[in-house]
């Protein structure tokens, strides 16, 4: 049977304009359109799924990197120079102190510092027995310079004690004066860093974290203020006994006082400053209060020899106590908590 050839309705002949006219042009041009939009809503709703779909898997990732961070920072307890890097770019906690947090990058710079130190100087291979037993020292160590650097920050926040960029130049610049002569700047750096490990930056953020420990150590300090004020007093006597001076002042375990002779000495002895100190005076003359850089106490000076280039003086010492008191309690309380788990170590194990 022949197939009758397919006709098209009068509608769909009637639908195409036989030809192009000023009359049918807007018609012409909404037909085109509109078979352009089988091809533009469908692209829509995929690009609607790819951005659902790649704010998802942009979620997952980030999830995924933050546990990875999280193990390797408080399980595996990683001190590569990347995650160090990474916990100085955010303020990841290592531990708290009465409320404030302890940073990560201060631990693990202090802690990074032994380890080349260790590594570099001492030639300490950490994967021995030896070697992991110094490792874990330094860590308890460094976790407790972290720990208090972080009180001390909020202590001299509430008591407006501060320290400028002009007080840690002052300081620097004490450090480049040697037994051998001063030193240069870049001698000093290319020293900090082969010894310690630090760029310049690290090591003024160390030394900085120390003037204000030092400071809110002598300004909570009442009952050591109070013995030097009654030592000043003491030492300006004609020919003043130190020793008994220092019975006098009394004092028990590391609170008391004590009384030594530094024997002969280079003039530009690191002492804190009082070779220094003694230096100005004559023989027999007794200095008055001196706050070390070393942060530990008041010093009486009194001088007993000196040369050209050697000094020998005695010395009253009255110890600062308050502030590792006050970390001591802190502890007992319970207000001081950990992130990481640190291993005791029995420092008579500790190879010297």
């Known amino acids: 049977m022949k197939k009758l050839p397919f006709k098209k309705s009068e509608r769909a002949k009637k639908a195409v304009p ?18 352009g939009r089988r091809f533009k809503y469908p692209m829509q709703y995929a690009r609607h799924k790819l951005v659902f779909n ?25 001190s590569s120079s990347f995650f160090y890097r990474v916990t100085r770019v955010l303020p990841l906690p290592v ?9 990560y990058s201060s631990y693990l710079m202090y ?37 208090a650097d972080a009180y001390a920050d909020k202590l001299a926040r509430s008591m407006n004690v501060t320290v400028s960029d002009k007080d840690v130049d002052t300081t620097v610049s004490q450090q480049l004066n040697t037994s051998n002569g001063r030193i ?26 120390k003037l204000i420990l030092k400071a809110v150590s002598y300004a909570i300090d009442d009952s050591a203020k109070s013995k030097a004020d009654e030592a000043a007093v003491l030492v300006k006597a004609k020919k003043p006994d130190f020793n008994k001076i220092a019975m006098k002042l009394g004092g028990q375990g590391a609170s008391k006082v004590t009384v030594g002779v530094s024997g002969m000495v ?28 070393t942060g530990d106490g008041y010093y009486f000076v009194q ?29 007992k309380d319970g207000k001081i908590h950990e992130y990481i788990s640190i291993p005791a170590v029995d420092t008579q194990q500790i190879k010297k």
């Open 184 to 209: 240069s700047q870049e001698t000093y750096d290319a020293s900090t860093l082969s010894i310690l490990g630090w760029a310049p930056d690290e090591y003024r953020f160390a030394i900085k974290n």
């Open 303 to 331: 001088l007993l020899e000196k040369t050209d280039s050697q000094i020998n003086y005695q010395y009253i010492r009255i110890p600062l106590t308050a502030f590792d008191e006050k970390l001591a309690a802190l502890k």
């Open 95 to 103: 531990a708290s102190v009465d409320g404030e947090n302890v940073r």
């Open 111 to 147: 802690l990074n510092s032994s380890t080349h130190y260790l590594q570099q100087s001492e030639q300490v291979n950490l994967s021995s027995e030896d070697g992991k037993r110094q490792l874990d020292y330094y860590k308890r160590k460094n976790m407790d310079n972290a720990v």
């Open 266 to 293: 280079p003039l530009t002895n690191s002492d804190g400053g009082l070779s220094a100190a003694a230096a100005g005076l004559k023989k027999g003359e007794t200095s008055g209060a001196i706050k070390t850089t």
């Open 18 to 35: 036989a030809r192009i006219t000023n009359e049918t042009v807007a018609e012409h041009r909404e037909r085109i359109l509109a078979g």
């Open 54 to 78: 790649t704010i998802i898997v942009t979620l997952v990732t980030l999830v995924l990197l933050v546990i990875v961070g999280w193990w390797q920072l408080y399980i595996v307890q990683n």
